[in-house]
C-alpha cells in the first residue's frame, strides 16, 4: 500500500473560473483509521457545478488551507469498526483526496451489477440521475406524449433528463447548450429533438424556433433569460422543475438574472412548481 496521502486544498478565493494557482496538493502520511471508523482509499471522485460556489466567502463554504469535500467511491482498506469491511466498495463525501477516513454513517454501500461501471453511481446512478427522474416525475409529472423544453441541457443532469424523459415516453424533446457542439450532441447521442446554442440569439426567438408549437413542461437548471423564454413558451397549464442555477456559477456579476427568474416565477404561480 502506498504510504503516502494526497489532498488537494484550496487556498485562495477564485473571481470567475478557478485556475491551478487556487489550490495546493498536500502530501502527508497515509491517516490512520481510530477506533470505530476506516480507511477508504478513494477510487473516484465527481467535481460538480456547485463546487464552484462554494470556493466562495459564503456560509458552509469551502475553508481556505483545509481539503475539499465532494463525492467519492472509494474501497476500504483499514477497517477498526465490524460495521466496515476490508475490500468493500462505498460511497462517501470525502473526494478530493486520494484517502479518506469515514465512519459508518457517512458511508452507503455500493451494490454491483454486471456491466455497470462504479463511476455510474457519482452520475446516473447517483444524484445526477436521481435529481434529472424526481424533476421529471415528481416536481413536473411528465405525461406521456407531452412535450419538453430543457435548459443547459448537456450538462449532467440535462442529459439525464433527456434519457429520462424518452423512456418516460415524452413528446417533442428540446434543449438548450452553451455551444453548438454541445447542441448537435444532444441531437446526435443523446435524443433530442432539437437543441440550440443560446449565444446565437434571444433565447425566447432560438426556443419559438425550436418548439413552434410551445411545450408543456420546462426542466430549469440556469434560470435568467432562458427562464423567461420557457414561461413564455409553455400552454398555461404547463409544469416546470428547477433543479439549480448555473447561469451565475462562475461570474458573480451576472448573478442579477435572479431577479428575472423572480419576476418570471410570480407570473407562473399557478404552475406546478417546486424549488
Given at each position: 500500500?502506498?504510504?503516502?496521502?494526497?489532498?488537494?486544498?484550496?487556498?485562495?478565493?477564485?473571481?470567475?473560473?478557478?485556475?491551478?494557482?487556487?489550490?495546493?496538493?498536500?502530501?502527508?502520511?497515509?491517516?490512520?483509521?481510530?477506533?470505530?471508523?476506516?480507511?477508504?482509499?478513494?477510487?473516484?471522485?465527481s467535481v460538480d457545478p456547485y463546487h464552484r460556489e462554494m470556493m466562495d466567502d459564503v456560509p458552509d463554504g469551502f475553508a481556505?488551507?483545509?481539503?475539499?469535500?465532494?463525492?467519492?467511491?472509494?474501497?476500504?482498506?483499514?477497517?477498526?469498526?465490524?460495521?466496515?469491511?476490508?475490500?468493500?466498495?462505498?460511497?462517501?463525501?470525502?473526494?478530493?483526496?486520494?484517502?479518506?477516513?469515514?465512519?459508518?454513517?457517512?458511508?452507503?454501500?455500493l451494490p454491483r451489477f454486471d456491466g455497470v461501471p462504479l463511476t455510474a453511481y457519482l452520475s446516473i446512478l447517483g444524484g445526477?440521475?436521481?435529481?434529472?427522474?424526481?424533476?421529471?416525475?415528481?416536481?413536473?409529472?411528465?405525461?406521456?406524449?407531452?412535450?419538453?423544453?430543457?435548459?443547459?441541457?448537456?450538462?449532467?443532469?440535462?442529459?439525464?433528463?433527456?434519457?429520462?424523459?424518452?423512456?418516460?415516453?415524452?413528446?417533442?424533446?428540446?434543449?438548450?447548450?452553451?455551444?453548438?457542439?454541445?447542441?448537435?450532441?444532444?441531437?446526435?447521442?443523446?435524443?433530442?429533438?432539437?437543441?440550440?446554442?443560446?449565444?446565437?440569439?434571444?433565447?425566447?426567438?432560438?426556443?419559438?424556433?425550436?418548439?413552434?408549437?410551445?411545450?408543456?413542461?420546462?426542466?430549469?437548471?440556469?434560470?435568467?433569460?432562458?427562464?423567461?423564454?420557457?414561461?413564455?413558451?409553455?400552454?398555461?397549464?404547463?409544469?416546470?422543475?428547477?433543479s439549480g442555477r448555473s447561469v451565475s456559477t462562475t461570474t458573480p456579476a451576472r448573478r442579477p438574472h435572479a431577479s428575472t427568474?423572480?419576476?418570471?416565477?410570480?407570473?407562473?404561480?399557478?404552475?406546478?412548481?417546486?424549488?
Amino acid at each position: 500500500m502506498n504510504e503516502t496521502a494526497l489532498t488537494v486544498h484550496q487556498t485562495a478565493r477564485p473571481h470567475g473560473f478557478p485556475t491551478a494557482e487556487h489550490f495546493a496538493f498536500v502530501e502527508s502520511a497515509l491517516p490512520e483509521p481510530p477506533a470505530g471508523s476506516a480507511l477508504v482509499e478513494n477510487l473516484y471522485w465527481s467535481v460538480d457545478p456547485y463546487h464552484r460556489e462554494m470556493m466562495d466567502d459564503v456560509p458552509d463554504g469551502f475553508a481556505l488551507g483545509a481539503p475539499l469535500e465532494g463525492r467519492a467511491i472509494g474501497r476500504v482498506t483499514a477497517s477498526r469498526t465490524p460495521r466496515l469491511t476490508e475490500g468493500e466498495i462505498v460511497f462517501h463525501r470525502r473526494g478530493w483526496r486520494t484517502h479518506a477516513v469515514v465512519a459508518p454513517e457517512e458511508i452507503r454501500r455500493l451494490p454491483r451489477f454486471d456491466g455497470v461501471p462504479l463511476t455510474a453511481y457519482l452520475s446516473i446512478l447517483g444524484g445526477t440521475g436521481l435529481t434529472a427522474y424526481v424533476g421529471l416525475t415528481r416536481i413536473a409529472r411528465l405525461q406521456e406524449g407531452e412535450d419538453l423544453f430543457v435548459s443547459a441541457a448537456a450538462g449532467g443532469v440535462g442529459t439525464a433528463t433527456g434519457r429520462f424523459a424518452r423512456l418516460l415516453g415524452a413528446g417533442r424533446l428540446v434543449g438548450s447548450a452553451g455551444s453548438a457542439a454541445k447542441a448537435d450532441h444532444l441531437t446526435r447521442e443523446v435524443g433530442y429533438d432539437a437543441a440550440f446554442d443560446y449565444h446565437e440569439g434571444p433565447p425566447a426567438e432560438l426556443l419559438r424556433k425550436a418548439a413552434p408549437d410551445g411545450v408543456d413542461v420546462f426542466v430549469d437548471n440556469v434560470g435568467g433569460p432562458q427562464l423567461a423564454a420557457a414561461i413564455g413558451s409553455c400552454a398555461s397549464s404547463g409544469a416546470s422543475s428547477g433543479s439549480g442555477r448555473s447561469v451565475s456559477t462562475t461570474t458573480p456579476a451576472r448573478r442579477p438574472h435572479a431577479s428575472t427568474t423572480r419576476t418570471s416565477w410570480r407570473r407562473a404561480s399557478a404552475w406546478r412548481v417546486s424549488w
